[in-house]
């Protein structure tokens, strides 16, 4: 009975797991639980999905992201609060280090609440700069609701990019010329280094908006257009991932359900005409990219083998030949919300194997040949170089949006064997010297023939011992 009732715990705990591929524990610090009524629909919608979240305040003594060495959540989730300090337990240190050990992180921003001084740290590190007041907003008179900001302008009216999935396309619906727009209200704008490749910009600011302050005087802004990034991602070398949402309003319930107007000099389009926010899907898959829901990759069944006629065909083995004709395959699997199916990848992009010693002899790209319910399969076959040494079978895939892919198998090549080199009738090349050889051979024994067969003629001498005439 015991088993059963452990197999049936096992099935419903299966049942009820995260979405994420990277676990389920989420930490969300905000300042008092009343503020979770704004973010009800947000929250909510992590809730549905599997993640157990906890609550906690920034100066709570009870926060810790690191409990006996290990990582005591595997997500982080920070709304705005009313105080310049997260607590000694949420400093730029302990936040690198939660990346650093495989957190995720998701960062939101508002102008009206004070920005802890953690966070500008933090963002200092990743390359990532926050404008000197940090009440500066982004304004645009040309994209902006008529009915929310009619006056103020600080309401912008964005098309759903289709940044985070690029292999598809529309995966954010909506091309900003009708139909479905986000609503980015009241947003922190963010300028971005080029110290750090690591860094991509999900949503930029149009090139009619630009950045403003009430307070500064000043005639300079602080970026316009392009150069404001709205929403940043950042993933680390160990594809553990950052996001920070320049407007916090953005998740707030009450722009989930909004109804907004496109400003007439933006589009040309009836007056009257409304259109829904889509703020709440955008989220949910900004979110859902953050928390490894999705552009999550993972490696299957590598094999590279010979590939000649009357080899023992060994799967993976450690020792090759120069000039061997080898083949090598990978499986590949992409996470997707709650499932693992077969990666394509995007649009104009390959996979590749590099066969490398201390640079690659070859760079050659992977086809997609057999296709599981679970993985896609990828393969090529070549011959090896004229070159012994120990080489590397290496996979080294990393693009925008997926975790990186870093496979390496390391191999010998061995040169040829004695008993392997081919004979020397068999070489073309070689046949004038083989018949230079012959003919040495074949002239030689004559000469010697002729010389043992030849007996020279006795002379005839008289009874003095002359020569007889």
Known sequence: MRWILSFLLLGLLAVVQAASSSGNKLLVVLEELADKSKYSKYLGDLEARGYKITYE??????????????????????????????????????????????????????????IPVALVSLLLE?????????????????????ISAAEQHDVLLLPRPDAIRPDVKNFFKGDGKGGEAIAFPRGVPQSL?????????????PRTAYSYSAKDDSEEAFGVGPQLSLITTMQARNSARLTVVGSAEMLEDAW????????????DAPAEKRIKTSNQEFAKEVTGWTFKEIGVLKTGMIEHHL????????????????????????????????????FNPPTGDILQLEFSMLSPFHRLPLVPVKKTATAQAFTTSFKLPDQHGIFNF???????????????????????AHDEWPRSWVI???WPWIAGIGVTVTGWVAFVALWLWSKPVPLKLNKAGKKAN
């Open 256 to 267: 989930f359900d909004a109804k907004v107007k496109r400003s007439q000099v933006f589009i």
């Open 307 to 342: 590939n000649e006629a009357g080899s023992q065909n060994i799967s993976n083995p450690k020792i090759y030949r120069v000039k061997n004709d080898v083949t090598y395959s990978i499986e590949l699997s992409e996470y997707s919300w709650d499932k693992w199916v077969p």
């Open 394 to 416: 290496k996979i080294n895939y990393k693009r925008p949006f997926y975790t990186n892919v870093e496979e390496k198998d390391t191999v010998t090549v061995r040169h040829f």
């Open 193 to 205: 280094g080029n110290a750090s490749p690591l860094l991509t910009p999900l949503l930029r600011a």
């Open 126 to 146: 990743l390359d990532i700069y926050l404008p000197t007041d940090r009440t500066s907003i982004v304004v645009d008179h040309f994209n902006f609701d008529t």
């Open 57 to 114: 305040s920034p100066k709570s003594e009870t926060v810790a992201l690191f409990r006996l060495g290990e990582r005591a959540y595997d997500h982080l989730l920070v709304l705005p609060t009313k105080s310049k300090g997260l607590g000694k337990q949420l400093t730029p240190k302990f936040l690198l280090d939660f990346v650093n050990a495989g957190g995720n992180i998701l960062l939101t921003l508002s102008p009206a609440n004070p």
């Open 428 to 430: 073309t090349g070689a």
